[in-house]
């Protein structure tokens, strides 16, 4: 189970470990943001410190409808217990969580300020 909170801008957040290359753990809190469907997005100074290696470039369509390219790299993270392999994109502002790594798992959420997040795997 994975706990997180709505901060006080109504944004649902939730703690995950990015692994890196050399044995760097980066512990970071990332906003779940359930309209963007891959795995991890993350600033450029955290995939440089954490030494993700580069893998290609793929065009996105952002929350306004329009198409950019964004830099993909193959990342390490523990989630929920569970060391995972996912492709992260990098991408300026907030580490946000999509859709790919909420894959199988539900997601509670009170939203009001401090309101509980909890994140459970689904049982099969």
Known sequence: MIRGEVDANLQAKAPLKALGRAGQVADLTAIIDTGFSDFLSLPPAIIRDLGFEFEDPVTVILADGS???????????????????????????????????????????DVGEHGPLLIDALTA
Do not use: C, F
């Open 67 to 109: 198409e950019t390219v964004l830099d993909t790299y193959a990342g390490r993270i523990e989630w929920d217990n569970r060391e995972l392999r996912i492709v992260v994109i990098e991408a300026d502002g907030d580490a946000l969580i999509g859709m790919s790594l909420l894959r199988g798992h539900r997601l509670q959420l």
